[in-house]
């Protein structure tokens, strides 16, 4: 006889990285693939903007994350890890949405590398142009 955890789910994107978060009703650590947030994101800036969101909501330690992130870089992926936080605080609390709708921490950011052209260098650099 096994008991289902109860979980709040979120999925967090940012540039190319996915985040699945899992919040626990329970205090407990944040863990990334496995391992602790300090492991997985070692710089200090990283672990800052992963935690906005409970600082925000005041909400720091009342949960257990678990989350799989994958692609992207380090920098995406902290981005991606803190959208999907912040969705499934949306999802446990629905009106933890005023002060999370105001630090822009649901909105997916749309910002990603351009493409690039044929003729180019890269996305808009384009060879010297020489007069003579």
């Given at each position: 006889m096994?008991?289902?955890?109860?979980?709040?789910?979120?999925?967090?994107?940012?540039?190319?990285?996915?985040?699945?978060?899992?919040?626990?009703?329970?205090?407990?650590?944040?863990?990334?693939?496995?391992?602790?947030?300090?492991?997985?994101?070692?710089?200090?800036?990283?672990?800052?903007?992963?935690?906005?969101?409970?600082?925000?909501?005041?909400?720091?330690?009342?949960?257990?994350?678990?989350?799989?992130?994958?692609?992207?870089?380090?920098?995406?992926?902290?981005?991606?890890?803190?959208?999907g936080?912040?969705?499934?605080?949306?999802?446990?609390?629905?009106?933890?949405?005023?002060?999370?709708?105001?630090?822009?921490?649901?909105?997916?950011?749309?910002?990603?590398?351009?493409?690039?052209?044929?003729?180019?260098?890269?996305?808009?650099?384009?060879?010297?142009?020489?007069?003579?």
């Amino acid at each position: 006889m096994t008991m289902q955890q109860q979980y709040y789910y979120g999925t967090g994107r940012r540039k190319s990285a996915v985040a699945r978060v899992r919040l626990y009703m329970e205090s407990g650590p944040i863990v990334v693939n496995g391992k602790p947030i300090e492991e997985a994101f070692p710089w200090d800036n990283w672990q800052r903007e992963i935690m906005e969101p409970f600082r925000i909501t005041q909400s720091g330690g009342q949960f257990r994350v678990v989350a799989k992130v994958s692609g992207g870089g380090v920098t995406g992926q902290a981005g991606a890890l803190r959208h999907g936080i912040s969705r499934a605080l949306l999802e446990a609390d629905p009106a933890l949405r005023a002060p999370l709708k105001r630090a822009g921490m649901l909105t997916r950011d749309p910002r990603v590398k351009e493409r690039r052209k044929y003729g180019l260098k890269k996305a808009r650099k384009a060879q010297q142009y020489t007069k003579r």
